[in-house]
Nanobody
């Protein structure tokens, strides 16, 4: 059984910072990519940032320069550091992982989501 578990999130004032982390666990052969998505009130889920096994990173235009994604390979964890937060960043943030549990079995996994609220 493989899964991803998120931690972090909460309430922060505009201009503040928060960090999220997501750990993949279980029988993992290879992680292709991990990343963060978010879904704001009344909005569709959207990519925030992701990072692949080669270290290539994608950011949504709306978070470039403010958010930083990083990955610690030895414990299969991905982090999202969010600075200069804005009320528009308020959303449920979801971790996503695409990985193989053996050379032929791939999984697309989603975390349970963690709420980030930016408000004064």
């Amino acid at each position: 059984q493989v899964q991803v578990v998120e931690s972090g999130g909460g309430l922060v004032q505009p201009g503040g910072s928060l960090s999220l982390s997501c750990a993949a666990s279980g029988s993992i052969f290879h992680i292709v990519a991990m990343g963060w998505y978010r879904q704001g009130p009344g909005k569709q889920r959207e990519l925030v940032a992701d990072i692949n096994s080669g270290g290539a990173i994608n950011y949504a235009d709306s978070v470039k320069g403010r958010f930083t994604i990083s990955r610690l390979y030895r414990n299969n964890t991905v982090y999202l550091r969010m600075n200069s937060l804005e009320p528009e960043d308020t959303a449920v943030y979801y971790c996503k992982a695409y990985l193989y549990s053996d050379p032929r079995t791939h999984h697309e996994l989603w975390g349970q989501g963690t709420q980030v609220t930016v408000s004064s």
